[in-house]
């Protein structure tokens, strides 16, 4: 076979398997309740960028009503038929009066949520319980991925206070270490608006931490990168952050990077800003052998 003809064939594999790689996303969609939800063009943004991932993590949903989200899964299975989304809600997690969720939003058709739990399992959301290190519980799922190279990993999701980021960020160094014992599994996934950046951290507290210290944790998301919307803003405030031989392998090379949408859409800094200050962030998984050689058929 010709050199050109190699370099076609070769060319042709890569872009397959890109095109069937699995996108996991974590966005914090800041405050996303009644008032986005009611926002036709807001809804439609959301819905576009939510269509791109096979999995996403949704923070900050501030809804008493508990109607957004709902809405949101709507609009999203009548816009993508080609997949049928359905989704995850946490419990309202918080002190006080402030409360958020997490929303895992996936495609049923591509990946099983095996088990969920919160970290830790034992501390109910107490008011009154102010030595939890977390303001908001993380809320972890186990994953069975038919279509990829690693089958099952777990996330653990999470959304920092902002005032106690270096201290919930050390202490998701026990939640691994919980995850690792209770499921046995090396592969697991941490990801969420860390506020791992700027005014929330240090760059020294940021090397002493033990998820920094550890080698076999690989973190996707660099400092260098941008999670924000803001002109006037550089921070890497969101993380992708992967432990075990076998998912850090599984990544496609290059893929983990925040998505902008306000470029990408052809949207002024304010219409961004009226979906979210943030940036979605995200990376790929290299689909498995079986499931490549049965589409290049």
Same mark, same amino acid.
């Given at each position: 076979?010709?050199p ?17 790689? &699995? #996108?996991?996303? /974590?966005?914090?969609?800041? =405050? ?16 576009k ?10 923070? *900050? ?18 816009? !993508?038929?080609? %997949?049928?989304? =359905? %989704? ?10 402030y ?16 088990? +969920? ?6 501390v109910?959301?107490d !008011?009154? $319980? ?20 690693? #089958? ?8 920092t ?5 270096? #201290?919930e ?21 941490l &990801?969420?608006?860390?506020? /791992? ?25 660099? $400092? ?12 890497a ?7 075990g031989?076998e998912?850090?392998?599984?990544i496609?090379?290059?893929? /983990? +990077?925040?998505?902008?949408? #306000? ?5 002024? *800094? +304010?219409? /961004?800003l009226?979906?979210s200050?943030?940036?979605p ?17």
């Amino acid at each position: 076979m010709r050199p050109a003809v190699l370099l076609r064939c070769f060319l042709g594999i890569c872009l397959l398997s890109t095109a069937l790689s &699995l #996108k996991i996303c /974590a966005f914090n969609v800041q =405050s996303f309740g009644e008032a986005k939800s009611n926002n036709k063009k807001v809804m439609g943004i959301l819905t576009k960028i939510i269509s791109r991932c096979d999995l996403s993590l949704i923070q *900050e949903v501030r809804d008493s009503k508990g109607e957004a989200v709902p809405a949101l899964m709507k609009i999203l299975n009548r816009y !993508d038929k080609s %997949h049928v989304y =359905s %989704h995850l809600e946490s419990k309202r997690l918080g002190k006080k009066t402030y409360k958020e969720q997490y929303v895992y939003i996936y495609r049923k058709d591509m990946l099983q949520v095996q088990d +969920q739990l919160y970290y830790p399992e034992e501390v109910t959301q107490d !008011d009154s $319980n102010d030595t939890q290190v977390f303001s908001r519980q993380p809320f972890i799922i186990r994953i069975h991925s038919p279509t990829t190279l690693v #089958k099952n990993f777990v996330i653990i999701g999470h959304h920092t206070c902002p005032t106690k980021a270096m #201290k919930e960020m050390e202490e998701l160094y026990g939640v691994f270490q919980f995850i690792k014992k209770k499921w046995r599994t090396e592969n697991v996934m941490l &990801l969420g608006d860390l506020n /791992a950046d700027c005014g929330y951290v240090t760059i020294k507290g940021l090397k002493n931490l033990r998820l920094r210290n550890d080698p076999k944790f690989s973190w996707l998301i660099t $400092n260098e990168q941008d999670t924000t919307v803001r002109e006037k803003t550089h921070c890497a405030y969101d993380r992708i952050i992967v432990h075990g031989k076998e998912l850090i392998s599984g990544i496609v090379p290059e893929s /983990a +990077q925040p998505f902008n949408f #306000k470029y990408e859409f052809s949207l002024t *800094e +304010q219409e /961004a800003l009226e979906v979210s200050d943030h940036y979605p962030i995200e990376v790929d998984l290299k689909p498995s052998h079986h499931y490549l050689l049965r589409h290049e058929l």
